[in-house]
C-alpha cells in the first residue's frame, strides 16, 4: 500500500468526506478534460438527407425524381436507379422546373413505293450528314432495313428502278 493511498483512506472518515473525495478527483481529472474535449471538438452540422418530398414523383414507380445535368442538358431521373429491389430508371425531360415526358419517337412513314427485292414497302429518306453523298442526298431505303439493304436513288419524289 503506497502512502499516499494511505493518507487518503485516512482522510475518508465519513460518508461526507468520501463524496469531497470523489469530487475532488472528478473536478480535477475528468471535468478538465471534459471541458477541454468541449473546446476543441465542434461537432460537424449533422447531415441530412435531402427532403425530396416536394419533388415531382416519378410516374412509374412513384418516387420523387431529381434534376440533374445530363449530356443533352438538364433531365429529370428517378430516384430509384440504384434500388436493389426494384430499380427505375425512368428519366423525362424538363420544362420550366417540372418533368415532362420525352417526346416519343415518330414512327417512321413509309412511302407507297415497293421494294423490288423483298417487296415491302419504302422509306423515304435523306442523308442529312453528309457523308458518303452529298448533303441532302435523297433516297428511298427499304423499310425491312437492316434485313433488307436495298435502297434506289430518289428522281422527282419517286425511286429510280435500276
Ligand atoms: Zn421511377
Ligand atoms: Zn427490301
Known amino acids: 500500500m503506497s502512502a499516499v493511498w ?8 465519513n460518508p461526507t468526506d468520501v463524496g469531497n473525495f470523489v469530487m475532488g478527483v472528478l473536478n480535477d481529472t475528468v471535468v478538465p478534460t471534459l471541458q477541454k474535449i468541449k473546446q476543441t471538438y465542434t461537432a460537424p452540422p449533422p447531415k441530412q438527407p435531402k427532403d425530396l418530398s416536394n419533388n415531382p414523383r416519378c ?15 438538364e433531365l429529370w431521373s428517378c430516384t430509384g436507379w440504384n434500388s436493389k429491389e ?5 428519366s423525362m425531360d424538363n ?13 417512321v412513314e413509309t412511302s407507297n413505293f415497293d421494294c423490288k427485292k423483298c417487296g415491302k414497302k419504302l422509306i423515304w429518306r435523306k442523308d442529312n450528314k453528309g ?5 441532302g442526298y435523297s433516297f ?4 425491312d432495313f ?3 439493304k436495298q435502297k434506289y436513288d430518289e428522281v422527282n419524289g419517286e425511286p429510280k428502278y435500276d
Open 146 to 148: 437492316p434485313k433488307c
Open 131 to 135: 457523308g458518303k453523298h452529298n448533303k
Open 6 to 13: 494511505y493518507e487518503q483512506q485516512q482522510e475518508i472518515k
Open 59 to 73: 410516374p412509374r414507380c412513384n418516387r420523387p425524381m431529381v434534376l440533374r445535368d445530363g449530356k443533352f442538358g
Open 86 to 90: 426494384s430499380p427505375c430508371n425512368h
Open 140 to 143: 428511298f431505303g427499304c423499310s
Open 95 to 107: 420544362d420550366n422546373g417540372m418533368p415532362v415526358e420525352k417526346p416519343a419517337k415518330k414512327p
